[in-house]
């Protein structure tokens, strides 16, 4: 019988091997995007990320016969079950090799340790929440992930669902051919527009040269119009500002669209470029010293983008901001030779993104999806 061994990450060593894991498994695979090493290291870091001031983690490496084979989080996010008060923990940075007793024995750890902490459920996978990549690919194997989305092997989903994890929730990524959307949706957002303007809301692009102003009135609109949404956690500032930082590199604010009250932002949708057909060639996801140049050089060249977020405040929706936000991207992404981008994450029960997004004749094309485990 082959010996599968738990091993918790407690040396540099340790996490390196950790966050080369991936690298090694998806191999030769051409749909895997790796996470480039400098962000992965700063969202691990307990100095640089601000999570750790408020919650913890464990980190654990799965080896057969003496051989990586596998890797998990265990995560313990006490503004989560502050704000649902709820009692649940949380796994995330799951990769396995097809070998569901290697993915037992690394969901055993997580459990065990989530269970000394208290909780009664397991929720992910989440890396380390829903602010940050999360989300199982369970449909869409065909093509790479898009910038800040997830990817995984099919057979993760059969591992997950065999130690008896059910769904949460599931996660839609439409694709919006800019061919695809009728100018006849563009006209009528922009006569909405004029119409809006008329009630004293306007719209414009975000000042990159006041970029920590900027973001703070978005985090804002952020923490309010996402607030009743499943598996929403509000982000303290340093969260915020966190997040803020690791995307300022690639933000091109064409993409970047604010809706504003008389002065008051009432609404916001951030788009970026696909970086990702740009890091699918970085090995080992290393930006330095090359490829750092390369990324700075071809980010306005890449031919998708991806609607990361876009969100109205309450006693502002469904007055046709959105439509103007969705019409404004389509513009910018026809003039830059944009083929398509993809509007993710959408909730399945978020009706009114899901049907904004079928009207332009988005395509949903992928499905990711958060799971649960009573483990009390």
């Known amino acids: 019988m082959k010996k599968i061994d738990i091993k918790k990450v407690e040396t540099k060593k340790d996490l390196k091997a950790f966050i080369n894991f991936p690298h090694r498994l998806y191999k030769g695979d051409p749909n895997y995007v790796p996470m480039l090493q400098m962000a992965v290291k700063e969202l691990l870091s307990?100095?640089?990320?601000?999570?750790?001031?408020?919650?913890?983690?464990?980190?654990f490496l799965a080896y057969k016969d003496g051989q990586p084979a596998g890797r998990i989080t265990a995560i313990?996010?006490?503004?989560?079950?502050?704000?649902?008060?709820?009692?649940?923990?949380?796994?995330?940075?799951?990769?396995?090799?097809?070998?569901?007793?290697?993915?037992?024995?690394?969901?055993?750890t997580a459990k065990d340790w989530n269970l000394k902490h208290g909780f009664t459920?397991?929720?992910?996978?989440?890396?380390?929440?829903?602010?940050?990549?999360?989300?199982?690919?369970?449909?869409?194997?065909?093509?790479?992930?898009?910038v800040e989305m997830t990817y995984n092997k099919p057979y993760y989903h059969d591992h997950i669902k065999?130690?008896?994890?059910?769904?949460?929730?599931?996660?839609?990524?439409?694709?919006?051919y800019t061919k695809d959307v009728s100018?006849?949706?563009?006209?009528?957002?922009?006569?909405?527009?004029?119409?809006?303007?008329?009630?004293?809301?306007?719209?414009?692009?975000?000042?990159?040269?006041?970029?920590?102003?900027?973001?703070?009135?978005?985090?804002?609109?952020?923490n309010s119009a996402w607030s009743k949404n499943d598996g929403f956690i509000p982000v303290t500032d340093k969260e915020f500002d966190f997040l803020a930082e690791g995307l300022k590199m690639v933000v091109d604010p064409e993409y970047v669209l604010l809706a504003e009250h008389e002065g008051k932002m009432v609404g916001f949708a951030l788009t970026i470029p696909n970086i990702n057909e740009i890091i699918i060639n970085f090995k080992d996801g290393k930006l330095f010293p090359f490829n750092i140049i390369k990324l700075l050089t071809q980010k306005k060249k890449t031919k998708y983008v991806r609607i990361i977020t876009l969100g109205v405040i309450d006693g502002y929706?469904?007055?046709?901001?959105?439509?103007?936000?969705?019409?404004?991207?389509?513009?910018?992404?026809?003039?830059?030779?944009?083929?398509?981008g993809e509007a993710s994450w959408i909730l399945e029960k978020n009706e009114m993104m899901v049907a904004a997004a079928e009207k332009l004749n988005g395509v949903r094309y992928k499905t990711y999806r958060l799971f649960t485990k009573d483990i009390g």
């Open 46 to 59: 307990e100095k640089k990320n601000p999570f750790f001031e408020h919650s913890s983690v464990a980190h």
């Open 76 to 108: 313990r996010n006490n503004n989560y079950n502050k704000y649902y008060q709820s009692n649940a923990g949380f796994f995330g940075f799951y990769d396995v090799i097809d070998d569901y007793e290697v993915s037992k024995a690394l969901f055993d």
């Open 121 to 146: 459920a397991m929720i992910g996978p989440a890396n380390f929440s829903t602010n940050d990549t999360a989300g199982l690919l369970v449909e869409g194997f065909d093509r790479p992930p898009i």
């Open 162 to 176: 065999r130690y008896g994890f059910e769904k949460e929730l599931d996660l839609y990524a439409y694709m919006i």
């Open 183 to 222: 100018d006849k949706s563009v006209r009528l957002a922009n006569a909405i527009k004029e119409r809006l303007k008329r009630k004293g809301i306007t719209f414009r692009n975000v000042e990159m040269k006041k970029f920590k102003s900027e973001v703070a009135k978005i985090k804002e609109v952020y």
């Open 317 to 340: 929706r469904k007055m046709g901001i959105e439509a103007v936000f969705f019409a404004n991207i389509i513009e910018a992404a026809r003039r830059n030779n944009i083929i398509g």
